[in-house]
């Protein structure tokens, strides 16, 4: 099965190059044919405070030519509580139920040749949501009913983890809360994870931690400038290939399609807020 990974492509009538871009992308998958496409969240430009850029987006993942799967981010429904972190760009109820009925549904499983996909809405842990409460239960609950050779990826649009060193130096904003990081970690006798599918920092980047590969798929929008965000792996505007088969370990590929603007925040494009 040949997945395209897609994720923060920011899209708006306000943004015209992140549809520029977003362009390339479907002429990419329109001239590749895969199986699915998936996008790991951030959506949109502003859908947090603006309804209109949901239905936007909505309209662009419709324009894909292939199925395609799709996770909300911090752009589209508030991000998760944290110390500093305004109320004006945190995630509520409203705004969830405002992604669901527009977009679709924030969390999903798909079993796909040999895996079982497990996506989550990423922006729900630390909220104290009714919603967060109820996407733990069903994570739980999918990930008791599998056999113990089955192979799990999760899909959620924050990197769950990544060295010790870089966790210490990161704001809090830039992965998972510790609480969720250490609640997925801490499955005894469950099924482990074979890989973990993430976007938000905008750069390509494959580690292994622990036995678990994490991926993470680069903006098709822009990229953030060094002053306001390290070098973690590739800075580079695309999108990621990869085979799903059964039985063996992905190889993924970070692809530029043809068009694709190479774009830093800050310095081509305006930033409307931190990503």
């Known amino acids: 099965m040949r997945v395209i990974l897609v994720s923060d492509t920011h899209l708006s009538p306000a943004a015209p190059e992140a549809e520029a871009n977003w362009d390339a992308v479907l002429r990419y998958v329109g ?23 949901l ?34 760009f945190t995630v509520d109820a409203e705004r969830c139920q405002r992604w669901l009925d527009i977009v679709g549904t924030d969390h999903w499983s798909v079993a796909m040749n040999g895996w079982t996909l497990l996506a989550i809405n990423a922006q729900l842990p630390g909220s104290g949501l ?12 999918q ?38 990081r250490d609640r997925l970690r801490d499955r005894p006798g469950q099924t482990p994870l074979a890989l973990v599918m993430s976007g938000h920092v905008h750069q390509y980047r494959l ?4 036995g678990t590969d994490h991926l993470w798929a680069p903006s098709t929008w822009a990229v953030l400038p060094d002053q306001v965000q390290p070098t973690l792996g590739a800075k580079r505007c695309g999108i990621v290939s990869l085979d799903l088969a059964s039985g063996t370990s992905p ?18 494009i305006p930033n409307p807020y931190r990503s």
């Open 31 to 53: 001239a590749n044919a895969p199986d699915v496409v998936i996008h790991l969240g951030d959506l949109t430009l502003d859908g947090a405070h603006n309804a209109d850029d």
């Open 55 to 88: 239905r936007y987006g909505r309209r662009q993942l419709d324009r894909l030519p292939v199925p395609w799967h799709v996770i909300p981010g911090n752009h589209d429904i508030g991000d998760n509580p944290w110390p500093g972190a305004l109320g004006d």
């Open 130 to 141: 009714e919603a967060e409460a109820g996407q733990w239960s069903w994570l739980e609950e």
């Open 143 to 180: 990930l008791s009913g599998l056999s113990e050779n089955q192979r799990v990826a999760l899909i959620t649009h924050k990197p769950v983890t990544a060295t010790e060193e870089e966790l210490a130096g990161s704001p809090a904003y830039r992965f998972l809360p510790p609480s969720a």
């Open 207 to 210: 580690l292994r931690l622990d």
């Open 251 to 268: 190889e993924p590929v970070l692809v530029e399609p043809d068009g694709i603007a190479q774009l830093t925040v800050g310095t081509d």
